[in-house]
């Protein structure tokens, strides 16, 4: 896609939590020098001199990486360039660099024609209302100008070192799958399980932008079929799965069912609690009800916050909680680690507590956990530049209505005695997102039938 005017972008590519785009329609070399020019001028106004810059593996990213750190360059930054690793990676090179900025090149779980960057300030998410003062920075032409110097450093060795150091060697033997998805946990997974006790399958190591093997997201469980059937043949302990750029975690447990998130923060949270009782822990407002329940049984302070990884971590900061995450698998670690969505520091610490169950197995464990119905997150496509006045509209006719919901992040429908329904407007990909929980599978049709009456009122769908 050519632009006319050379500090004009496509602003669809701004999103709440990052930057992410088409590459090559929306996102080209052009808007990644932009960018960078705009961000780089951020942080030179904010006196800092250094910035860190990664990428995944997706076909488009050494052209956009390239263009991003010609802009960087450009105002006068020292760019510390760590090549191709996890956005987690980034992350750490970005933490142990004093008074710097970070950003990837990634689309993270997305198809493999998207790219797009994900940045912090100061070991801060770079996010909201910020990433639309960069597009208004880029639209002014306002940067400032000096000239720069490259370096590039290897951290995987380090890197790798971290996420070790919690692991305790004295537990017992696991079997563990890791699917890494053809996404950059094939740089790190190899090196890290060949210092692990036990035994280890990995599947597509190969770091492949054309995703051979399956879709990046490994928050959808069509997506872990072959994951399922090695951990099944196998009799492993657990499986293991990553998104394209490492940062979301897919388990699957010794009985080949998908543990999602919501049901595994509180198993994080029990050994947590062990030092910070009564600690404050955080999920997105698509979790399950059973998170609240468990958090409040083992002492713990649950709180619903905003979908978004990058939401998730504020909130924690403001709260001093030492364990965030969202249903789509970014799991935040403060306690021992620096509070960012570490997919492959959560496997381990996962690991850890599988290997130190001491009068049950981790499956005894999860097979303890409440059951409720709910659906899968149903993902209704809507253009970018629809779903956000889609979900006012809706919020409006609710109002009409005199029914109650809850607006923390789009719309919840609460019924008190047996469920909720939720609609709200995806911050990566041009959909809406919907799920549904109830206490009974005909509450769950009833809510689901209601909620997405809602919806067709505003916008046409089909109910599935």
């Keep these: 896609m050519s632009l006319p005017d050379n500090r004009t972008i496509d ?19 052009r808007t990644a020098e932009l960018i960078g020019k705009a961000f780089g001028t951020i942080l030179i106004r904010q006196g800092l001199k250094k910035v860190v810059v990664g990428g995944d593996g997706r076909l488009s990213t050494p ?11 450009s105002c ?6 760590i090549g191709c690793g996890p956005t987690p990676m980034l992350y750490f090179a970005a933490f142990m660099t004093e008074d710097s900025g970070g950003i990837m090149v990634t ?20 996010c909201a209302e910020n990433i639309q003062k960069l597009g208004e920075l880029i639209e002014c032409g306002d940067f400032e100008t000096g000239k720069g110097l490259l370096k590039r450093e290897h951290v995987l060795a380090h890197y790798t070192d971290r996420l070790l150091q919690d692991f305790r060697s004295d537990g017992k033997e ?38 051979p093997a399956h879709a990046p997201d490994s928050s959808k469980i069509e997506n872990l079929t072959e994951l399922r059937e090695t951990v099944l043949r196998e009799k492993a302990d657990l499986g293991l799965a990553f998104d394209g750029d ?11 069912n998908l543990l999602e998130t919501d049901k595994l923060l509180p198993i994080f949270a029990e050994e947590i609690l062990k030092t910070h009782p009564q600690a404050v822990f955080i999920a ?12 409040a049984r083992m002492g713990g302070k649950p709180l619903i916050w905003r979908t978004g990884h990058s939401f998730i971590k504020q909130k924690m900061r403001e709260t001093n909680s030492p364990l965030g995450g969202e249903m789509s698998g970014h799991i935040c670690f403060a306690d021992k680690y620096y509070g960012f969505d570490d997919a492959l520091y959560a496997a381990i610490r996962l690991l850890d507590i599988a290997a130190h169950q001491q009068q049950e197995t981790l499956q005894d464990r999860i097979n303890r956990i409440p059951q409720t119905f709910a659906t899968p997150e149903i993902q209704i496509p809507c253009p970018d530049s629809e779903k956000f006045l889609c979900i006012a509209k809706i919020k409006a006719e609710l109002r009409k209505k005199g029914l109650f919901y809850d607006e923390t992040d789009g719309i919840k429908l609460v019924f008190p005695s047996s469920g909720w329904g939720l609609i709200r407007a995806s911050n990566t990909s041009p959909c809406l997102v919907a799920r549904c929980e109830a206490d009974t599978q005909e509450e769950l049709e009833r809510i689901k039938k209601i909620l997405f009456q809602q919806i067709k009122d505003i916008y046409p769908i089909e109910i599935k």
């Design 63 to 73: 052209e956009l990486s390239l263009a991003l750190i010609k802009g960087l360059l």
């Design 107 to 126: 689309a993270s779980h997305n198809p493999k024609e998207y790219n797009g960057f994900k940045m912090l300030v100061n070991r801060r998410s770079f």
């Design 246 to 256: 490492s940062d979301r975690l897919g388990v699957i447990d010794a009985d080949g």
């Design 174 to 211: 696991l079997t563990v799958i890791w699917d890494c998805g053809n996404g950059t946990a094939g740089v790190v997974v190899p090196d890290l399980v060949g210092r692990l006790p036990g035994r280890h399958i990995i599947l597509n190591e190969k770091v492949d932008g054309n995703f």
């Design 11 to 29: 602003n669809s590519i701004l999103r709440a939590a990052d930057i992410r785009g088409v590459a090559g329609l929306t996102l080209d070399s």
């Design 284 to 295: 997105d407002i698509k979790s399950s009800k059973t998170f609240s329940e468990e958090i």
């Design 76 to 81: 006068g930054l020292n760019v510390t360039e």
